[in-house]
């Protein structure tokens, strides 16, 4: 089971999800339209995400999910791990 992680929201997740299922380098643009949500929405949950160590940049403004990305998303990450003061 997934932690319970405060700054996080289903977007998170579902960024998460879909650069772990698709295995592929993703703009915030892109991914927006495979999910349905702006792409300024995913651009600045992206940020929250890099910020935290579970997506990395890529080559500009492309993203790909890190294998601490892939550790929350098989639940294998305590909450404390992704706590916003402790991702620089």
Do not use: H
């Amino acid at each position: 089971m997934r932690p319970r992680v405060e700054w996080m929201n289903q977007t998170d997740n579902r960024i998460l999800e879909l650069l772990e299922e698709s295995d592929l380098i993703l703009s915030p643009a892109v991914a927006a339209v495979n999910l349905d949500y702006s792409r300024n929405w995913v651009s600045r949950r992206m940020s929250k995400l890099e910020d935290a160590g579970l997506i990395e940049k890529v080559d500009g403004s492309y993203y790909r999910i890190t294998e601490r990305g892939r550790a929350y998303l098989e639940g294998e990450l305590d909450a404390e791990d992704l706590e916003e003061n402790d991702s620089s």
